[in-house]
Each structure stands twice: as C-alpha cells, then as structure tokens.
C-alpha cells in the first residue's frame, strides 16, 4: 500500500498486479507504464508483466497475486481511502474468484477504511459478486471505467452488481458519453488523459456528464483536464472545483 496524489482516494492497495489491455481506454494506461518502470528498477512482483511493442510497453496478460499485500490494510490504524488495483483489476477472468474473497475477508475486517474499486469487466464483477461468500460490505464502493459511448454497456452491468454505492470512472474521458443512464450510480469522476501520447477531452463531454449527474442524483467529481503536463490544464472547471461525494445509501 502507498500514499497517492490521486484526488479522489488516500492510498492504493495491491493485492493483484498485472492486466490485459480491452478497449480503447487502456490504450495510454498509467498502470503499464509504471509497472515497466518498477519492473526495471528489478522490483519482483512486476517482472514480467510487460512488453515492448513499439516505442512503449504493454501488459503481457500475465498476473501476479500478492499474498504479502493483502494483509497491509490490517496494519493501517488510520481511516484512509483506498483505491484497491491501481495496477491492475480485481475482476479480470484470471484472478480467481477464491482470491477475491480473500480481498472481501480483508476489507470486512477493516471497516474503518472505505475501499474504492474499479473494473472495466463489471460483467464477471456482478457475477462473482452474487455468488456464495461474498456480501454487500457498507466500507466498499464498486465502480466501472467508461472511456466513450462504445463502452455504456458496463453501467448496465455495474447496476446489477450488489453494492453499498456505485460509482462510474469517466476516465480518460475520450469520447461523448451524452447517452449515459447514471440511475442507481451514485457518483461520477471525470477526467482527460494525461501523460505521453495523451488524447484531448472536450469541454462539452464533460458538459454533458454534469448534466447527467444533476438529471439521475449522482455527486460529480472532476478529476483533471490532463494532457501531456496534467499541471498545466488543472482541474478547475467552470471557474472552480469540483469535489462532491457519494451518500451511503443502505
């Protein structure tokens, strides 16, 4: 586990690392990046989780469970929240269903922390999620990554998973989602691509998402503009930030 700057949560929390790229949001993923960095500087976990392709690198699918990490949480007295896999995702089909109770053991046993986890496969999330063993914990916010409006589809999905509070990453924001249904979603973050090779986000894009918060009573969280310097653009829109929370609703 480790301190962030990421605007929305206090801490990341990595029990699995490694991913598999599906859509066009993971084309620039962060994640990869840091992993051939960490991988370089001969950390072990990451070894092996990334490629060449190209000027860049890239997942190999590979993973790496960590069963060292899962018991950090336990040792952290104070309240944080954490964002569980920043460098990877909880439901990809090769993390089992077994090691992902193991994750919920955790976090049950530390309800004094609030546990943020997102997924571009909320289909397997809902899934597993339903199955025996698991429970609705009030500590832990379940959310999807939605990049354009070819990927609307997972709110669907994100709306039949059991959960406390919803919530939809719009990040990178790469294309309008003007379509968006954010019924039962209790919470929107927004934000442009940063970091090498970044695509633009459009004013309007973001438009369209305040709307939709206002319009379905979801808290609207702008994260960044980003771009190749993300300091540069800031994260001020509409003259002033924008930090609202979700409301606990069970």
């Not at 997972?154 to 039949?160: E, Q, S």
């Not at 939709?212 to 994260?223: E, I, L, Q, S």
Request: glycine letters at 8%; one cysteine or more; proline letters at 4%.
């Amino acid at each position: 586990m480790a301190e962030t700057t990421i605007e929305w949560t206090d801490a990341t929390w990595n029990p699995v690392a490694g991913c598999t790229i599906v859509t066009a949001g993971c084309t620039n993923c962060y994640a990869m990046r840091m992993a051939a960095r960490l991988e370089a500087m001969g950390v072990e976990k990451y070894q092996g989780l990334t490629r060449k392709s190209g000027s860049r690198r890239v997942w190999t699918g590979r993973l790496f469970l960590d069963e060292h990490a899962l018991q950090v949480p336990l040792r952290w007295k104070k309240p944080r929240r954490i964002f569980v896999n920043s460098m990877s995702d909880l439901f990809h089909q090769d993390v089992p269903s077994e090691f992902i109770q193991r994750v919920w053991q955790v976090m049950k046993a530390t309800p004094h922390h609030t546990y943020q986890i997102l997924t571009k496969r909320p289909g397997r999330m809902a899934t597993v999620l339903q199955s025996d063993g698991f429970s609705v914990l009030p500590n832990v916010w379940l959310g999807t990554s939605v990049e354009d409006d070819r990927v609307l589809s997972r709110l669907d999905d994100l709306r039949r998973v059991p959960a406390a509070i919803r919530f939809v990453s719009f990040e990178p924001l790469i294309g309008s989602v003007k379509k968006a249904d954010l019924t039962g979603i209790g919470w929107a973050i927004v934000g442009g691509e940063s970091g090498p090779s970044a695509r633009v986000m459009q004013t309007d894009w973001v438009d369209e998402i305040e709307h939709a918060c206002r319009r379905d009573g979801a808290a609207f969280f702008f994260k960044q503009w980003g771009g190749v310097q993300k300091k540069r653009t800031g994260r001020t829109y509409r003259g002033r930030l924008w930090d609202e929370l979700p409301e606990l609703r069970i």
